[in-house]
T-cell receptor, first 115, second 113 residues
């Protein structure tokens, strides 16, 4: 069964540095998402992306964050000037476009630790 | 605005016993409802979903859930727990035209041998 893959599985970064989290969505999917889960808290929506633009974003997704689909397969989340509170598990998800009852498929996540 | 409440952050059941994980939602429009499972150090795996039609939906691993509009609930059940069911379970909701999933806080299920 096709999977969403995320790299790296664990990223350790110094506070203030930039980090890029990478995702390869399922190949025929056209909607892409990022979520995060701070340790011990609920999974929170960050952003959705379709047709090379952001379709929705949460209040968490401020100017510090950006997303990009640099080629036909990758979907990235960039966090500029990281802060301690950015430490979390970040999940990428994808779903088929135009079919509202198609569920989102999640990757295994990237654990981001800010020191 | 939509929200999800999962009663009980931790639930323990004996192997072979009934599993019942509770989920209540709040939504201004008819919701789409989901249960996801997260095993240690893994991502979220879809267990089952309700969109339209039959209110009792069956998922993987013997789980099922029933959408009850009058109670705004979507509780997850399994008749007989197995040791491999130990994981964290998340209820989630999204609405037509809104692709964002809103998750509950999760319920950690422990199976007692």
């Amino acid at each position: 069964e096709p999977e969403v893959t995320q790299t790296p599985s664990h990223q350790v970064t110094q506070m203030g540095q930039e980090v890029i989290l990478r995702c390869v969505p399922i190949s025929n999917h056209l909607y892409f998402y990022w979520y995060r889960q701070i340790l011990g808290q609920k999974v929170e929506f960050l952003v959705s992306f379709y047709n090379n633009e952001i379709s929705e974003k949460s209040e968490i997704f401020d100017d510090q964050f950006s997303v990009e689909r640099p080629d036909g397969s990758n979907f990235t989340l960039k966090i500029r000037s990281t802060k301690l509170e950015d430490s979390a598990m970040y999940f990428c998800a994808s779903s088929e476009a135009g079919r509202l009852n198609q569920p989102q498929h999640f990757g295994d996540g990237t654990r981001l630790s800010i020191l | 605005a939509q929200s999800v409440t999962q009663l009980g952050s931790h639930v323990s059941v004996s192997e072979g016993a009934l599993v019942l994980l509770r989920c209540n939602y709040s939504s201004s429009v008819p919701p789409y409802l989901f249960w996801y499972v997260q095993y240690p150090n893994q991502g979220l795996q879809l267990l089952l979903k309700y969109t339209t039609g039959a209110t009792l939906v069956k998922g993987i691993n013997g789980f099922e859930a029933e959408f009850k509009k009058s109670e705004t609930s979507f509780h997850l059940t399994k008749p007989s727990a197995h040791m491999s069911d130990a994981a964290e379970y998340f209820c989630a909701v999204c609405n037509f035209g809104n692709e964002k999933l809103t998750f509950g806080t999760g319920t950690r299920l422990t199976i007692i041998p």
